[in-house]
């Protein structure tokens, strides 16, 4: 399974963007995606993420009432909708997909995008 995170970029506070993450090869074994964050000298943390199939969909508490993911399972893409950001979001932004139900562990997870920065100036 390989994925591809996009979207990032440089936005002010309060502002939105919305990052995308396109699913290719072996599909049909990804259960749930996630998107995390890191910053530097921090550990990667848990954002959003949501079962293929529907259902829970968890959020960091930090971003709740902010950011909405949602998923098109046509083109096997997930999304991460961004709004009212703060400076504190500043993060580099993975993609994560799993087989098995969703958590908010980063190490369960066993594919992973690139990484796309997002940059939020106040």
């Known amino acids: 399974v390989q994925l591809q995170a996009s979207g990032g970029g440089l936005v002010q506070a309060g502002g939105s963007l919305r990052l995308a993450c396109a699913a290719s090869?072996?599909?049909?074994?990804?259960?749930?995606m996630a998107w995390f964050r890191q910053t530097p000298g921090k550990e990667r943390e848990f954002v959003a993420g949501?079962?293929?199939?529907?259902?829970?969909?968890p959020y960091a508490d930090s971003v709740k009432g902010r950011f909405t993911i949602s998923r098109d399972n046509a083109k096997n893409m997930v999304s991460l909708q961004m709004n009212s950001l703060k400076s504190e979001d500043t993060a580099v932004y993975y993609c994560?997909?799993?087989?098995?139900?969703?958590?908010?562990?980063?190490?369960?997870?066993?594919?992973w995008g690139q990484g796309t920065q997002v940059t939020v100036s106040s």
């Open positions: 090869g072996r599909t049909g074994s990804i259960y749930a």
């Open positions: 994560a997909a799993k087989r098995g139900l969703i958590t908010t562990a980063r190490y369960e997870y066993e594919y």
């Open positions: 949501l079962s293929w199939t529907g259902g829970n969909t």
